[in-house]
């Protein structure tokens, strides 16, 4: 979603369909939650099937 993002989120692993995404700041994390479904959509389009269906930021 752009290069700030990546400076600021890692991925840490995917199960069952929820991926599992590290946040350094509260402040990131509080944004990433609005803008979750956008980005569940986002990824699943670029894979090309529905493979993200929720993500947790931690």
């Known amino acids: 979603m752009g290069n700030n993002l990546s400076q600021v ?5 995917i199960k069952r369909g ?7 700041t509260p ?6 939650v609005f803008l979750k479904s956008e980005i569940i959509s986002k990824l699943n389009r670029r894979v ?6 929720d993500i947790i930021f931690v």
């Open 9 to 13: 989120t890692s991925v840490v692993s």
């Open 18 to 24: 929820k991926l599992f995404v590290r946040v350094k």
């Open 27 to 32: 402040t990131w994390r509080n944004e990433l």
């Open 48 to 53: 090309g099937k529905k493979v993200v269906k």
